[in-house]
């Protein structure tokens, strides 16, 4: 089972006075990246928020968001009638204005409104938290359903390998007599006496120095163990990537060995898959 780093959760709380909107929103990161935006009131549990996310999400670029939409007359704000009056009775003394100008212009002056600091009420918060934990499970049930769209990606992409890595193996045998065949192609345009088991002896060597029966071996192990990572029940994303260079490795390998143009076709076609498969392993939590 792999997850997504990809992922969109949202939820919404209507309370008495106000609506309240959390929104998740992530995307590949090499680790987490929390972006934090909610209105002040807020602000002293975003620590918390913090630690729930990181728990939750592990990974990824991740844009969390609360917006809050006043229903009903709710307001912090206040006027400040006394003082309001008072500006305006010494306006009148210096312009001359009707009510409603004096009154525009006694707002503007400081301390004509009270603000009043809100608190969080306990009761709103809990109910708050149970409805990000909602976006929390939405953006993670989000990251399955991705996950699983990469994971069938994979697995043709590792079958499209190994029935490439098939035909290597079938055509080393065709490979490795091409190889000896060519060089006894060459000593013989030399038109020079050569000792044929000296010659032996070294064609063994040459050809031992260009067996890929190694690499053959490991790349189908690797390919092997990608599978049963993928099947596991953590998603790994780092350990896929791993897994992945190290299969990257034995197929440069076959390549610089093969001294054998068909093969080296298969090589290259082994590459493209293989570069396929690491780009969308940089979104595989």
Request: charged content about 35%.
């Given at each position: 089972?792999?997850?997504?780093?990809?992922?969109?959760g949202?939820?919404?709380?209507?309370l008495?006075?106000?609506?309240?909107?959390?929104?998740?929103?992530?995307?590949?990161?090499?680790?987490?990246?929390?972006n934090?935006?909610?209105?002040?009131i807020?602000?002293?549990k975003?620590?918390?928020i913090?630690?729930?996310?990181?728990?939750?999400?592990?990974?990824?670029?991740?844009?969390?968001?609360?917006?809050?939409?006043?229903?009903?007359?709710?307001?912090?704000?206040?006027?400040?009638?006394?003082?309001?009056?008072?500006?305006?009775?010494?306006?009148?003394?210096?312009?001359?204005?009707n009510?409603v100008?004096?009154?525009?212009?006694?707002?503007?002056?400081?301390?004509?409104?009270?603000t009043?600091?809100?608190?969080?009420?306990?009761?709103e918060?809990l109910a708050?938290?149970t409805?990000?934990?909602?976006?929390?499970?939405?953006?993670?049930?989000?990251?399955?359903?991705?996950?699983?769209?990469?994971?069938?990606?994979?697995?043709?992409?590792?079958?499209?390998?190994?029935?490439?890595?098939?035909?290597?193996?079938?055509?080393?045998?065709?490979?490795v007599?091409?190889?000896?065949?060519?060089?006894?192609?060459?000593?013989?345009?030399?038109?020079?006496?050569?000792?044929?088991?000296?010659?032996?002896?070294?064609?063994?060597y040459?050809?031992?120095?260009?067996?890929?029966?190694?690499?053959?071996v490991?790349?189908?192990?690797?390919?092997?163990?990608?599978?049963?990572?993928?099947?596991?029940?953590?998603?790994?994303g780092?350990?896929?990537?791993?897994?992945?260079?190290?299969?990257?490795?034995?197929?440069?390998?076959?390549?610089?060995?093969?001294?054998?143009?068909?093969?080296?076709?298969?090589?290259?076609?082994?590459?493209?898959?293989?570069?396929?498969?690491?780009?969308?392993?940089?979104?595989?939590?």
């Open positions: 089972m792999i997850y997504s780093m990809t992922g969109y949202k939820s919404v709380l209507q008495p006075t106000k609506k309240i909107t959390i929104e998740l929103k992530s995307l590949n990161s090499k680790n987490l990246d929390l934090a935006r909610m209105p002040s807020y602000r002293e975003e620590l918390s913090r630690k729930l996310l990181a728990d939750k999400l592990v990974r990824g670029k991740v844009d969390f968001s609360i917006y809050v939409e006043a229903t009903a007359d709710d307001s912090s704000t206040q006027i400040n009638t006394p003082v309001v009056k008072q500006y305006m009775e010494q306006l009148k003394q210096v312009v001359d204005a009510e100008e004096l009154l525009k212009m006694a707002v503007r002056f400081p301390d004509a409104l009270n009043v600091r809100e608190e969080i009420n306990e009761d918060w708050i938290q409805e990000i934990n909602n976006a929390v499970s939405d953006l993670v049930k989000y990251r399955l359903n991705e996950g699983q769209v990469l994971e069938q990606d994979f697995n043709q992409r590792i079958k499209t390998l190994e029935n490439l890595l098939e035909q290597v193996a079938a055509m080393d045998p065709e490979r007599e091409g190889v000896r065949e060519r060089l006894l192609k060459g000593v013989e345009e030399l038109r020079e006496k050569y000792d044929e088991n000296r010659f032996e002896q070294e064609l063994v040459y050809i031992e120095k260009f067996d890929i029966t190694e690499e053959k490991r790349l189908k192990n690797h390919l092997n163990y990608f599978i049963e990572s993928i099947n596991s029940k953590d998603s790994n780092k350990k896929l990537g791993f897994i992945s260079q190290e299969m990257g490795r034995e197929i440069n390998t076959i390549g610089s060995k093969s001294n054998y143009a068909p093969m080296q076709q298969l090589v290259v076609q082994m590459k493209d898959e293989l570069e396929k498969i690491k780009e969308q392993l940089l979104n595989v939590l």
